[in-house]
């Protein structure tokens, strides 16, 4: 059987190294975590933008100590698992992995036909399953660059964002899942994990370099278009509840509870689906203005 799995890289390196000078691609059959040896890599002063791509991860990380589970499967990879890393300079983070989440639904799904939604603050959903998640980490960036670097510029960091897109049904073990999985082969049938790479690549380091300069007002709107939250009851980790009623220009949730619109930062809490409450794009509307 032929084992060999061919990823686009001469294509995607011939599209990115425009972008990002001084690109790099790199496909490892496997590694820990993509997230985790990028992250060495910047501490050890490799500041280069990377797409580094693993076939697989032995303890790939999810957000909140979470773990990914990616299973060897003879070489078909039936997730797709890389990070991209690369010094960015934003006037503020917050809304990043929002960013990326919209990148990563609209390539896939430009027209909405699939119904790929995005779960505040960085899943993409499909009927209330999971089909991507994405992991966003930093590291200073100690760079002979940084030194020059002064005055009124933002500080840049080195970012690393993982992304996790189930491609064929995950065969985790039990109970390893905490929301039932969606994967990509069940939307677009065929779709290899290296076709899926093709079309996500470019649309995100696009997303990390408008990010950086435009910040999140921008995808606002469009975020409200696939948010999955909006209109739902939701129960926050202090333990208390409310209704989710979209994100504002910062990216952050807004959360309409018993003592006013909370704004929530997606370091301080985690939510958890409490309810459903049925409602139509017209009253999500509505609740989306009321906030
Ligand atoms: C989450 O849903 O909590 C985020 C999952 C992110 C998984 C990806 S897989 C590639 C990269 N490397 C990791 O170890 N994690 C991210």
């Not at 960015?88 to 119904?115: F, K, R, T, Y």
């Not at 080195?158 to 064929?168: D, S």
Request: glycine share 10%; proline share 6%; charged share 15%.
């Amino acid at each position: 059987m032929d084992r060999h799995i061919d990823w686009p890289t001469a294509a995607l390196t011939q599209t990115l190294a425009p972008l990002l000078p001084g690109f790099g691609i790199e496909v490892l059959a496997q590694v820990d975590s993509t997230n985790s040896e990028l992250m060495r890599r910047a501490r050890a002063g490799n500041l280069a933008p990377t797409l580094l791509v693993a076939e697989q991860q032995t303890e790939g990380r999810g957000r909140l100590g979470r773990s990914w589970v990616s299973t060897a499967d003879g070489g078909a990879a039936s997730g797709l698992t890389f990070s991209l890393g690369l010094p960015l300079a934003p006037q503020a983070w917050s809304g990043l992995s929002l960013a990326v989440g919209l990148a990563l639904a609209e390539s896939l799904d430009p027209g909405n036909a699939l119904g790929l939604r995005l779960k505040w603050p960085n899943d993409l959903l499909r009927l209330q399953r999971k089909l991507a998640g994405v992991l966003i980490e930093t590291s200073a960036c100690s760079g002979p660059n940084e030194a020059a670097a002064g005055g009124d510029l933002p500080a840049s960091r080195f970012a690393v964002v993982g992304v996790g897109l189930n491609i064929t049904a995950p065969q985790a073990p039990l109970g390893a899942l905490r929301t039932p999985a969606a994967w990509l082969g069940e939307l677009l049938p065929g779709c290899t994990a290296p076709a899926a790479l093709a079309r996500v690549a470019a649309p995100l380091a696009h997303a990390l370099l408008a990010f950086e300069r435009y910040g999140f007002a921008p995808w606002q709107a469009r975020f409200a278009a696939r948010d999955a939250l909006l209109g739902q009851a939701v129960e926050l980790a202090d333990g208390s509840s409310g209704v989710a009623c979209g994100v504002c220009a910062r990216g952050l949730l807004q959360v309409r509870t018993a003592s006013g619109v909370q704004a929530i930062e997606s370091s301080e809490v985690s939510l958890r689906r409490s309810g459903v409450s049925s409602v139509s794009d017209a009253s999500d509307s509505a609740l989306a203005a009321a906030c």
